[in-house]
């Protein structure tokens, strides 16, 4: 899952100051990151750790967990020292619990300064704190927690206000002489999101961290966050990204992995090219799609394979794959780089597929 591709074929990246997550470096140019954030109570440290393990081999590069109490800084040591990426820690309020986390080793914390208790006085121990670790921060503003005069003075949580309440956050980290932190601005509504971080991209160079917050189910969710990366990535805003899902964040992680892979800002994993089959398919090619899906979802290697109904146009569709089969007539030609290499049996097409997809995906691991 380590992202290998910094810059988007689409558009220059926007310049951003870098800072680091750990040992992942977030602007400046550095290849986007995917974020999640786990749904396991933090104290369970177990469950937690189990979870942080799936979401890095899903290709999560920076997690985060929530700190709403003490025993859940209780168990942040633990779970930094055993997690396989770096742990940001998501605290609200309480400045206690900022200074625990640096403490105990996360490699950035989540604060607003805005809504710590007395930041006047506690502030500039924070971000010393912070420096002295070597760690960094983020502003992190959401519609649905927008202050209330903000809210008043611009009519609701709009692009205005939203940045008024980032550009505030930020002023505060600044005017204490602390620079390292990178700032979202979330939105639920994909339009109001996309408007409201490139007004932000325009007033500084803080690395920004995109999300839709509150994007709904995994399919509605899904659709608002490719639509709304997919717009500021094209336009080169955006140095690291978190899809919020009502899912599991795996598939947070999946769905993110997948925008940057299709961007070209990610280096691409297995991806399947199929048609979507019309009354000359002669074999059930949305079944076959779907096996051959399921059968190669483990594959890392960069292999494309192709399914597609009938041989009028599969064989030129599939030119472009490493790999692909055009049906008709009861049985499958199954293409290599573009030539046919031999013809099975229907029931063989699957079986067939995936045998030759993992020969070649091992060759190109070997290289
Ligand atoms: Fe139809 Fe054949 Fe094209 Fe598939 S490949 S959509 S079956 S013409």
Same mark, same amino acid.
């Given at each position: 899952?380590?992202?290998?591709?910094?810059?988007?074929?689409?558009?220059?990246?926007?310049?951003?100051?870098?800072?680091?997550?750990?040992?992942?470096?977030?602007?400046?140019?550095?290849?986007?990151?995917?974020?999640?954030?786990? @749904?396991?109570?933090?104290?369970?440290? @177990?469950?937690?750790?189990?979870?942080?393990?799936?979401?890095?081999?899903?290709?999560? $590069?920076?997690?985060?967990?929530?700190?709403?109490?003490?025993? $859940?800084?209780?168990?942040?040591?633990?779970?930094?020292?055993?997690?396989?990426?770096?742990?940001?820690?998501?605290?609200?309020?309480?400045?206690?619990?900022?200074?625990?986390?640096?403490?105990?080793?996360?490699?950035?914390?989540?604060? @607003?300064?805005?809504?710590?208790?007395?930041? $006047?006085?506690?502030?500039?121990? &924070?971000?010393?704190?912070?420096?002295?670790?070597?760690?960094?921060?983020?502003?992190?503003?959401?519609?649905?927690?927008?202050?209330?005069?903000?809210?008043?003075?611009?009519?609701?949580?709009?692009?205005?206000?939203?940045?008024?309440?980032?550009?505030?956050?930020?002023?505060?980290?600044?005017?204490?002489?602390?620079? $390292?932190?990178?700032?979202?601005?979330?939105?639920?509504?994909?339009?109001?999101?996309?408007?409201?971080?490139?007004?932000?991209?325009?007033?500084?160079?803080?690395?920004?961290?995109?999300?839709?917050?509150?994007?709904?189910?995994?399919?509605?969710?899904?659709?608002?966050?490719?639509?709304?990366?997919?717009?500021?990535?094209?336009?080169?805003?955006?140095?690291?990204?978190?899809?919020?899902?009502?899912?599991?964040?795996?598939?947070?992680?999946?769905?993110?992995?997948?925008?940057?892979?299709?961007?070209?800002?990610?280096?691409?994993?297995?991806?399947? &090219?199929?048609?979507?089959?019309?009354?000359?398919?002669?074999?059930?090619?949305?079944?076959?799609?779907?096996?051959?899906?399921?059968?190669?979802?483990?594959?890392?290697?960069?292999?494309?394979?192709?399914?597609?109904?009938?041989?009028?146009?599969?064989?030129?569709?599939?030119?472009?794959?490493?790999?692909?089969?055009?049906?008709?007539?009861?049985?499958?030609?199954?293409?290599?780089?573009?030539?046919?290499?031999?013809?099975?049996?229907?029931?063989? &097409?699957?079986?067939?597929?995936?045998?030759?997809?993992?020969?070649?995906?091992?060759?190109?691991?070997?290289?």
């Amino acid at each position: 899952g380590t992202p290998t591709v910094s810059e988007s074929p689409l558009h220059p990246r926007r310049v951003s100051r870098r800072i680091m997550v750990g040992p992942v470096p977030v602007g400046g140019g550095a290849p986007i990151s995917v974020q999640s954030m786990t @749904n396991t109570p933090t104290t369970d440290i @177990n469950a937690t750790l189990q979870q942080i393990a799936e979401l890095a081999a899903a290709g999560c $590069d920076i997690v985060r967990v929530a700190v709403p109490s003490q025993d $859940d800084a209780d168990a942040l040591p633990i779970i930094v020292r055993k997690s396989p990426i770096p742990v940001i820690a998501d605290i609200h309020f309480q400045s206690r619990y900022v200074f625990q986390a640096i403490d105990a080793g996360c490699a950035a914390v989540r604060v @607003n300064p805005g809504n710590i208790r007395k930041f $006047d006085e506690v502030g500039p121990s &924070i971000c010393r704190a912070a420096e002295d670790a070597g760690i960094s921060l983020r502003i992190g503003v959401n519609a649905g927690s927008l202050d209330k005069d903000l809210y008043a003075r611009y009519g609701g949580p709009t692009p205005e206000a939203l940045v008024a309440s980032a550009l505030k956050e930020a002023h505060m980290f600044e005017d204490v002489g602390f620079h $390292d932190f990178k700032i979202s601005v979330k939105h639920h509504d994909p339009v109001t999101m996309v408007e409201t971080y490139r007004l932000l991209a325009s007033k500084g160079d803080w690395p920004l961290h995109l999300g839709v917050t509150e994007a709904g189910p995994a399919w509605q969710g899904t659709i608002k966050s490719c639509l709304a990366f997919g717009a500021l990535l094209a336009e080169g805003i955006g140095d690291t990204i978190r899809v919020s899902l009502s899912a599991s964040p795996v598939e947070e992680v999946k769905v993110g992995c997948k925008i940057l892979e299709y961007l070209g800002l990610r280096q691409r994993h297995f991806d399947i &090219i199929s048609c979507p089959s019309c009354g000359r398919a002669q074999v059930d090619v949305i079944q076959l799609a779907n096996e051959v899906t399921e059968g190669l979802k483990d594959i890392t290697a960069p292999i494309r394979v192709a399914v597609m109904g009938c041989i009028v146009n599969g064989p030129g569709e599939a030119r472009e794959a490493d790999l692909g089969v055009a049906s008709g007539n009861g049985k499958g030609q199954i293409i290599i780089k573009g030539k046919v290499v031999k013809t099975v049996p229907e029931d063989q &097409i699957v079986p067939t597929l995936l045998e030759t997809a993992r020969q070649i995906a091992g060759e190109m691991e070997e290289l």
